[in-house]
């Protein structure tokens, strides 16, 4: 990261990654579909630019705000939430810049407890750590959360105290007022237009991508991306060409599989979900391309829109 992407863009850029942590059921994903403004995450397993899966992102003025998946906190069943989980938590957060702690206002159970210990390893020490009390609205006696923020106070040194619902738009406003003190100035990570309006070519790459890594397993290199040859618009039709881009020869062979039959489950699979996403039918060629060398070309890798 030498240099913005754009050379107009609003400066001094802000960029920095945010994990959304919490028990089952506090509104986590309700909260992330507020903040990424759409009703889908994507995940692209094997993001570039760190060892986090995307979860979500938004660009607001100067600030592109990253939200990553923290593993460890995924589970829905807290019985998972023990000792042996706690390696994988501290590391998954270790290069985050802020960590929204999501709770219930007015409520803070063995879960929740659970949860936060988590987060006071000693390797997050001085990580900030953001009190996120959410669903707000539901509380009926308001009266009772001043005392209750205060027992949270002597629970954690919280870096902040923001009382709120994900429901409600003005105070997911706030909530990107709070957390943009916490992300370092530096140049953003992604290109601004694919991620604020989540264009649809954007969509089609990323979901091409994740079927590719999912399905391929850890065998594929880092550097093997998608791009979109061809995105047409006929009715409720939807021509797309993707290339598979990859290093080496051996590599276009995993993509492809024995007899093809990879790639075609690659290509199905990815077409049936950007239908149900664009809701519209999905006519989708999948190419697969060697490109030797290409990771090492900055310009290119660029063009790609990664960085
Ligand atoms: P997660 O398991 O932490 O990801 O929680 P979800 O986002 O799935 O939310 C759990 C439930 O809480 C859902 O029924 C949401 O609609 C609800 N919920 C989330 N945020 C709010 C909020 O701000 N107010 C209210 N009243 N309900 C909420």
Redesign the pocket.
């Known amino acids: 990261m030498n240099s913005p992407i754009e050379a107009d863009a609003p400066s001094p850029q802000r960029c920095g990654l945010i994990a959304i942590v919490?028990r089952?059921?506090?509104?986590?994903?309700?909260?992330l579909n507020a903040l990424v403004g759409q009703k889908i995450s994507i995940t692209s397993r094997k993001a570039q630019t760190t060892r986090h899966r995307i979860t979500g992102m938004r660009t607001l003025g100067a600030t592109q705000f990253v939200f990553v998946d923290t593993p460890g906190f995924q589970t829905q069943r807290s019985s998972a939430l023990n000792r042996n989980l706690n390696k994988t938590v501290v590391a998954s957060l270790g290069d985050v810049d802020v960590v929204l702690f999501?709770v219930e206002a007015g409520r803070f159970g063995l879960d929740d407890a659970k949860v936060l210990a988590l987060l006071q390893g000693e390797h997050l020490k001085d990580k900030p750590v953001l009190l996120v009390a959410?669903?707000l609205?539901?509380v009926k006696r308001r009266n009772d959360m001043l005392p209750w923020l205060r027992g949270m106070q002597d629970r954690h040194a919280f870096a902040e105290y923001v009382p709120m619902?994900?429901?409600r738009e003005a105070d997911v406003q706030r909530l990107f007022g709070i957390v943009e003190k916490y992300l370092p100035e530096q140049p953003w990570l992604y290109d601004e237009e694919a991620l604020t309006d989540r264009s649809d070519r954007f969509l089609a790459s990323e979901i091409v991508r994740e079927k590719l890594f999912r399905l391929t397993g850890d065998e594929l290199p880092y550097s093997c991306t998608v791009v979109i040859d061809k995105y047409e618009e006929e009715g409720n039709l939807r021509r797309i060409g993707a290339s598979i881009v990859v290093e080496r020869d051996a590599h276009k062979g995993m993509v492809i599989g024995e007899g093809g039959e990879r790639l075609k489950r690659i290509g199905s699979e990815s077409r049936q979900e950007l239908e149900k996403l664009l809701g519209a039918k999905v006519f989708l060629e999948l190419w697969v391309k060697v490109r030797s060398g290409w990771a090492d070309d900055e310009a290119h890798l660029r063009s790609y829109g990664y960085e």
């Open positions: 919490g089952p059921n506090v509104g986590k994903s309700t909260l999501v959410n669903k609205d539901a619902s994900s429901k």
